[in-house]
């Protein structure tokens, strides 16, 4: 009988903002085209989300009833950031100032519920191990913000726990890529290049098909 492949979801933001260009809807395509062995017999899409609450909301749904992922792996970029930050939860926080679409939000919760829903026990700390394997620097963040991220983020997980937990969930914080220069700064860490974030992001997504297979 041949085996069902798994369906990895993986997204992004366009511009927002602040950010002209969102190197995470970059980063999500790239993994849709670049593809290691361990990835070979899975089917991965990709998404570049309108850094917008509606949009999130509206496109979310329709993906998870139609592609109806096994695997999510989202990306955002931290304009500040200079290391990876993977994220452990979403808080029920929103902020209510305008989004992308110059629409703000009402309230200042997601939706009736608890204060905050957690990432799977122990993905998060594989995705970091991946990451630091192949050189990156990167850190456990339990802040997501209050922004469209930490929206989506909530909004995966919440559609996760009603498909019974059956569905892993992942976000990432991405900093910009490092700009080629010819003077280096000796006590500011650089940025990581797009190049060496894509590398990592295929491992950590390498990281939760095997935590996946485990979780079978």
Request: include cysteine; glycine fraction near 4%.
């Amino acid at each position: 009988m041949r085996q069902q492949r798994v369906r990895i979801l993986v997204a992004g933001f366009g511009p927002f903002p602040g950010a002209a260009v969102n190197p995470s809807a970059t980063l999500a395509r790239a993994l849709a085209r670049l593809r290691r062995p361990a990835l070979a017999q899975a089917a991965i899409r990709a998404h570049v989300f309108e850094t917008s609450y509606r949009a999130v909301a509206r496109d979310l749904d329709a993906l998870t009833a139609s592609f109806r992922p096994d695997l999510v792996l989202l990306f955002g970029v931290a304009p500040r950031a200079r290391r990876l930050r993977i994220e452990t939860q979403a808080r029920n926080l929103i902020a209510l100032f305008p989004d992308a679409a110059r629409h703000a939000p009402a309230q200042r919760r997601i939706a009736d519920g608890p204060s905050a829903i957690p990432v799977s026990r122990g993905l998060p700390v594989r995705l970091l191990k991946a990451a630091r394997q192949c050189g990156l620097r990167a850190t456990l963040s339990r802040d997501a913000g209050r922004y469209v991220c930490n929206f989506t983020l909530w909004h995966a997980l919440a559609a996760a726990q009603r498909a019974n937990g059956s569905r892993l969930v992942a976000f990432v914080h991405i900093p910009p890529a490092a700009r080629a220069t010819r003077r280096s700064a000796p006590r500011r860490p650089r940025r990581p290049s797009f190049a060496r974030t894509v590398f990592a992001a295929q491992a950590m997504l390498c990281a939760m098909l095997a935590a996946f297979g485990r979780a079978d």
